[in-house]
T-cell receptor, first 112, second 112 residues
Framework: GAGVSQSPSNKVTEKGKDVELRCDPI?????LYWYRQRLGQGLEFLIY????????KSGLPSDRFSAERTGESVSTLTIQRTQQEDSAVYLC??????????FGPGTRLTVT | KQEVTQIPAALSVPEGENLVLNCSFT??????LQWFRQDPGKGLTSLLL?????REQTSGRLNASLDKSSGRSTLYIAASQPGDSATYLC???????????FGTGTQLKVEL
């Protein structure tokens, strides 16, 4: 009965480095979302996976951002050549049934 | 484009008060509306989900209503407690975009 988990919980990286964030959804949840929340701001949609369908990448802010998901399991969000404006909390949510989203605790990314 | 607004942005009340948080959205073609709470430095916890065909949902001291035609939802918190202090977010799921659009949140502080 574990919830959505994310790792790492905190990540500090130097500008220009690549980072990889991981999300483990709730077992059996078919869809998975990534969001970003900058300090003092609302959540921004990044990407959405549903089963084996092509992901909805419409929220990715630049081509430095990419995400993968294998089947209905783990997803990774990769940010290449990180910039200071990438600093934010990255939240993952998995979806049950009638679109009720369950969120993980997030990864706080700080780019120095 | 769906836009979600929450009023007030911040609210401070003494313990024991009943209170109402407001959420409005511009596109009434929604599948559902979800209320979350977010504690500082943590992820989101789902509180209530209202399907588009429903008028309200209740969980303990919380009651959420939905008036889809007017693009409004309210979250009613009865007999508020200091532990209710958090940011409350409302989000609407619009099927065409397959994603939640979040409001900017109401930061609630319940004082002893």
């Amino acid at each position: 009965g574990a919830g959505v988990s994310q790792s790492p919980s905190n990540k500090v990286t130097e500008k220009g480095k690549d980072v990889e964030l991981r999300c483990d959804p709730i077992s059996g949840h078919t869809a998975l979302y990534w969001y970003r929340q900058r300090l003092g701001q609302g959540l921004e949609f990044l990407i959405y996976f549903q089963g084996n369908s092509a992901p909805d990448k419409s929220g990715l802010p630049s081509d430095r951002f990419s995400a993968e998901r294998t089947g209905e399991s783990v997803s990774t969000l990769t940010i290449q050549r990180t910039q200071q404006e990438d600093s934010a909390v990255y939240l993952c949510a998995s979806v049950k049934g009638a679109y009720e989203q369950y969120f993980g605790p997030g990864t706080r990314l700080t780019v120095t | 484009k769906q836009e979600v607004t929450q009023i007030p942005a911040a609210l401070s009340v003494p313990e024991g008060e009943n209170l109402v948080l407001n959420c409005s959205f511009t596109d009434s073609a929604i599948y559902n509306l979800q209320w979350f709470r977010q504690d500082p430095g943590k992820g989101l916890t789902s509180l209530l989900l209202i399907q588009s065909s429903q008028r309200e949902q209740t969980s303990g001291r919380l009651n959420a209503s939905l008036d889809k035609s007017s693009g409004r939802s309210t979250l009613y918190i009865a007999a508020s407690q200091p532990g209710d202090s958090a940011t409350y977010l409302c989000a609407v799921f619009t099927g065409g975009g397959n994603k939640l659009t979040f409001g900017t949140g109401t930061q609630l502080k319940v004082e002893l």
